[in-house]
C-alpha cells in the first residue's frame, strides 16, 4: 500500500497532515482500463497527474474543508492499482488537510475528477451549526455528457482502439477514522460503463469510413446530471437528461473487412431498485457518403438470442462479436434522414458484465 505524507503550511506541524492511501478497484478515472480482471471486474489504473478532490468536515484548516490532490507513484497491485498523493500546488500557500485532535473520528470524503478536470463535477456538504454529527450531508455530482469524443484512435495488434476520456468515469470514495492514522480511500465507479468490440465482418463489404456511433434508449435516460449522496438520508437523482449519445471521430475511422474496433460508452449510474438497467438501446453507426458532405447510416437494436440487452446501471458491461455490414452493402433510402435497420447475427453477440452472471 503506498500513502503519501501530504505537504503543509509553516503554520501547522507536520505530523498534523493528513496521509492518505489511494487505490482503484473497480472502474475509474482518467486513468485507463487495464485489461486486467479479477473477481468478474476490470482493474482501471491511477494515470500519473490525476487529481481527485478530498473534504474533511473536522479538518483544522484555517479556510475550507477541502483541499486538491495529484496523483503520483502509481502502482497496480492484482485487483487494485494503488497509488500515493501530493497536495496540489500553483503558488503561494496551500494547505493540505488537517488532523482535529479534538474528536474521536474523522470523517473524509473524496471525488475523482477535480473540478480543473471535469468543471460539471461538484461537492456539497450540510453541517449543523459548523459540527459535523449524524444528522449531517454530504452529496456530489457531475454531468455525464451527451458527446464523448475518444482521445485517441490507435491500432493495437491489429485492432483499432478508440480510447475513451476518463474524465466522464465519476468515482466516489469515503473513510472515517481515527485522528493521526493512514486514511484509506478506496474508490468506486458510480457511472455505467459499456465496452464494445465490433467488427466489419462481411466480405462484400469493403472498407467503411466511421465518422460517428450514436446510442439511443427508447425511454432510459442515458446521460445527464446526477446527484448522488455519500452522508445522510438523500436519495440519487437525475435531471436534465437525455436519451441520446453520440462518439464523434474527429475524422473518419477506417475499418477493414474483418476488422475489430473497440470503443466504450459512460452512461448515468444507478438511480434507485425501480429502474436498475439500461436497456431497449439502438446502436448506429454513420460512415461517410459518396463525398464529404453526404453520409450513410444503419442501426439496430441491441438484442441477444436470449432477448433485449439490459445493461445493469453502476455496472461495466462488455459486447463482443456484434457484426456490422459496410456501407457498400448497406440499402440508403433517398429519403433524408431515413436509415435502414439491419438484423446483426445475434447468435454471435456476447454479453458480459461485471459481477453479475447474466
Known sequence: MLAACVSCSDSFENSKAVRFSVKTGNP????????????????????????????????ERPTSKEAYYVIRDVTPNGFYSEAGIDLYSTEGTVYGLQWNDDVATQHFFAVYPCPLQNRS??????????????????????????????????????????????????????????????????????????????????????????????????????????????????????????????????????????QTLKFTVFMLGLKDSTDPDIDNVTIEFVTTGADANTTNSIKAKLKTTQGVMAFPRGKKSYVTGLLIPGASVWTISAVPDTITAWDPEYKTVEVEIEGNDR
Not at 32 to 53: A, C, F, L, P
Not at 180 to 193: G, I, K, R, S, W
Open 28 to 59: 475509474g478515472t482518467k486513468v485507463s482500463y487495464s485489461g486486467h480482471k479479477e473477481s468478474n471486474k476490470e482493474r482501471v489504473d491511477w494515470t500519473n497527474g490525476d487529481m481527485i478532490w478530498i473534504w474533511s468536515p473536522e479538518s
Open 121 to 258: 463535477v461538484f461537492f456539497r456538504m450540510a453541517m449543523n451549526q459548523g459540527q459535523w454529527d449524524a444528522s449531517c450531508s454530504a452529496w456530489y455530482g457531475a454531468t455525464i455528457p451527451g458527446t464523448q469524443a475518444p482521445t485517441s484512435v490507435s491500432t493495437v495488434n491489429g485492432e483499432l482502439v478508440a480510447e475513451p476520456d476518463g474524465h466522464n468515469l465519476i468515482m466516489a470514495a469515503q473513510d472515517a477514522c481515527e485522528p493521526n492514522t493512514l486514511v484509506h480511500l478506496d474508490f468506486e465507479p458510480v457511472v455505467t460503463a459499456v465496452e464494445f468490440v465490433v467488427k466489419n465482418g462481411y466480405p462484400e463489404s469493403g472498407t467503411m469510413n466511421l465518422k460517428s456511433i450514436k446510442l439511443s434508449a427508447d425511454s432510459d435516460p442515458i446521460v445527464g446530471k446526477f446527484t448522488n449522496y455519500l452522508a445522510g438520508s438523500g436519495q440519487t437523482s437525475f435531471e436534465s437528461t437525455s436519451t441520446n449519445l453520440e462518439i464523434p471521430f474527429s475524422t473518419p475511422v477506417s475499418v477493414a473487412y474483418d
